[in-house]
C-alpha cells in the first residue's frame, strides 16, 4: 500500500552536519520527500507530539534534546513508507542499530539518535498533520 510517513532529522544529527547525507540516502532508497521544513521545537510542541511518552522518566531528556536546536521535519512517501523508513534508520538504540543503518551511522545513544520516524499508521497520520497542512504536501 501506498504510504505516508513523517520522518525528523533530530538535533543532532542537523548539529554534526548529517542533514544532507540522510536526506540523500532517503532519496536513494526510493522513498520521496513530499514534505519538508527546517524548524525548532518547543517544549509544548515537543508536549505534543511525544504525548505518548510525557510522564515517562526518560521524558524530560527527551524534551531537552528535542528542543536544544534545528530539527529538519519530512513527510515521505512510498509503498510501505512506514516501514522502509523504519528499516533505512535501524533500532532506536543504535547500539543495537544494524550496520549501514542512519542511526548506526550517526546516533550515539538511545536519546540522541539521530532521527524519528513512526511506528505506524495512526501515528502517522497524527505525526504528519500535527506538523505538515495540506498545502505543504506534495
Ligand atoms: P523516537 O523514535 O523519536 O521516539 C521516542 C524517543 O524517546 C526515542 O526515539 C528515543 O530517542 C527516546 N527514548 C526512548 N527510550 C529512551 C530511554 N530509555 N532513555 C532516553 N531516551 C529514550
Same mark, same amino acid.
Given at each position: 500500500?501506498?504510504? +505516508?510517513? #513523517?520522518? &525528523?532529522?533530530?538535533?543532532?544529527?542537523?548539529?554534526?552536519? %548529517?542533514?544532507?547525507?540522510?536526506?540523500?540516502? &532517503?532519496?536513494? /532508497?526510493?522513498?520521496?520527500?513530499?514534505?519538508?521544513?527546517?524548524? $525548532?521545537?518547543t517544549p509544548a510542541?515537543?508536549?505534543?507530539?511525544? %504525548?505518548? %511518552?510525557?510522564?515517562?522518566?526518560?521524558?524530560?531528556?527527551? !524534551?531537552?534534546?528535542?528542543?536544544?536546536?534545528?530539527?529538519? &521535519?519530512?513527510?515521505? !512517501?512510498? !509503498?510501505?513508507?512506514?516501514? +522502509?523508513?523504519?528499516?533505512?534508520?535501524?533500532?532506536? =538504540?543504535?547500539?543495537?542499530?544494524?550496520?549501514?543503518?542512519? +542511526? *548506526? $551511522?550517526?546516533? @550515539? /545513544?538511545?536519546? $540522541? =539518535? @539521530?532521527? %524519528?520516524?513512526?511506528? *505506524?499508521?495512526? /501515528?502517522? $497520520? #497524527?505525526?504528519?498533520?500535527?506538523? #505538515?497542512?495540506?498545502? !505543504?504536501?506534495?
Amino acid at each position: 500500500t501506498l504510504e +505516508r510517513t #513523517f520522518a &525528523i532529522v533530530k538535533p543532532d544529527a542537523v548539529k554534526d552536519g %548529517h542533514m544532507g547525507e540522510i536526506l540523500t540516502a &532517503i532519496e536513494q /532508497s526510493g522513498l520521496k520527500i513530499v514534505g519538508l521544513k527546517l524548524t $525548532r521545537l518547543t517544549p509544548a510542541i515537543c508536549q505534543g507530539f511525544y %504525548h505518548e %511518552h510525557v510522564g515517562k522518566g526518560f521524558y524530560a531528556e527527551l !524534551e531537552a534534546f528535542m528542543t536544544e536546536g534545528p530539527v529538519a &521535519i519530512m513527510v515521505l !512517501e512510498g !509503498e510501505n513508507a512506514i516501514l +522502509r523508513w523504519r528499516d533505512l534508520m535501524g533500532a532506536t =538504540n543504535p547500539a543495537n542499530a544494524a550496520e549501514g543503518t542512519l +542511526r *548506526k $551511522r550517526f546516533g @550515539a /545513544s538511545i536519546g $540522541r =539518535n @539521530a532521527t %524519528h520516524g513512526s511506528d *505506524k499508521p495512526e /501515528s502517522a $497520520r #497524527f505525526e504528519v498533520g500535527y506538523f #505538515f497542512n495540506a498545502f !505543504e504536501q506534495f
